[in-house]
């Protein structure tokens, strides 16, 4: 099984400002996939990141709300930028391939 | 396109009682399925995977989980419930199992656990 690092695993923040929440994997993965989890909601994908490009968003979530990086293998962040009490859900990354089925404990962010 | 449907947003058994959680999918490829526990306040974890091998799974906790590719299915059972069994379940399908490909979700099933 993965090890999946997530930070940070709580915040709460004020309206109009930027979280960045970063997502570490014990192994090298192709794809890194970042979910919501609105409250009693189920997992929605955000966006598809494959290392090297340019991450591919679902219909509703765009780059410049929920930018992300991919520098390498192991590692990825997600940006909620310009948050409003709307964006306040657990955001869970998870990597694909061998490693696939696997979350982190989620980031449980809280928007005041 | 892949999609899940579990068939019952809340079930409720008595302790002791045989637990079944339903669940149907659809997907044009090949699936990986799987089933997810979340507790209360708790993050996400897994029960159990069908991949390509043999069609009953069996998962943690005296969970298992029958692929039943003619129904399109794949309902998770458990023999006895326990109080420590409420929590939320998720039936989850890959549509390659290769795992280069998201996830998708049902909505989940909240299990109770009455004394």
């Known amino acids: 099984s993965a090890v999946i690092s997530q930070k940070p695993s709580r915040d709460i923040c004020q309206r109009g400002t930027s979280l960045t929440i970063q997502c570490q994997v014990d192994s090298q993965v192709t794809m890194m996939f970042w979910y919501r989890q609105q409250p009693g909601q189920s997992l929605t994908l955000i966006a598809t990141a494959n290392q090297g490009s340019e991450a591919t968003y679902e219909s509703g979530f765009v780059i410049d709300k929920f930018p992300i990086s991919r520098p390498n293998l192991t590692f990825s962040t997600l940006t909620v930028s310009n948050m409003s009490p709307e964006d306040s859900s657990i955001y869970l990354c998870s990597p694909g391939g061998e490693t696939e089925a696997f979350f982190g404990q989620g980031t449980r962010l809280t928007v005041v | 396109a892949q999609s899940v449907t579990q068939l019952d947003s809340h079930v409720s058994v008595s302790e002791g009682t045989p637990v079944l959680l339903r669940c149907n999918y659809s997907s044009s490829y090949s699936p990986s399925l799987f089933w997810y526990v979340q507790h209360p306040n708790k993050g996400l974890q897994l029960l159990l995977k069908y991949t390509s091998a043999a069609t009953l799974v069996k998962g943690i906790n005296g969970f298992e989980a029958e692929f039943k590719k003619s129904e399109t299915s794949f309902h998770l059972t458990k023999p006895s419930a326990h109080m420590s069994d409420a929590a939320e379940y998720f039936c989850?399908?890959?549509?390659?199992?290769?795992?280069?490909?998201?996830?998708?979700f049902g909505k989940g099933t909240r299990l109770s656990v009455i004394a």
């Open positions: 989850v399908v890959s549509p390659h199992r290769s795992g280069n490909t998201p996830l998708v």
